[in-house]
Structures are given as C-alpha cells and as structure tokens.
C-alpha cells in the first residue's frame, strides 16, 4: 500500500506534487497485545518509531 500511494503523480496548478509517503505502525492480537487498548497503543508506537525513523516505512510492533 505505501509504495503504491508513493507513485501517484498528483497534480496541481499544473505542477506535479512531490510523492504521497505513509507511515504504518502494526500490531495484532494476540502477538502484540492482549486487550483493544494495549493493542491500540502498541500499533500507536510503532507508527511512531516509523516516524522517527525517517518517515514512509512501516514498523511491526515489538513483541509484548
């Protein structure tokens, strides 16, 4: 999904924007997490170390 996003061309104006980036935090139940809460907040930190890691990549959480 986020290399796809990446190579729409978007115009405006009549100039092509720069390339749609996307980062991704992934948990799963019950890998990650065991209730709705702690699974939300682990995806939320992993999104995050995505982020800080230098944006468009996706990040799997870390095992609980």
Excluded: C, F, W
Excluded at 43 to 62: C, E, F, M, P, V
């Amino acid at each position: 999904m986020r290399k796809a996003l990446n190579k729409i061309a978007i115009k405006n104006a009549g100039h092509v924007l720069k390339p749609i980036t996307v980062s991704i935090g992934i948990a799963t139940y019950p890998d990650h997490a065991s209730t709705v809460k702690a699974l939300s907040e682990s995806a939320d930190i992993a999104l995050y170390q995505a982020k800080h890691q230098g944006r468009n990549r996706t990040i799997i959480s870390a095992d609980r």
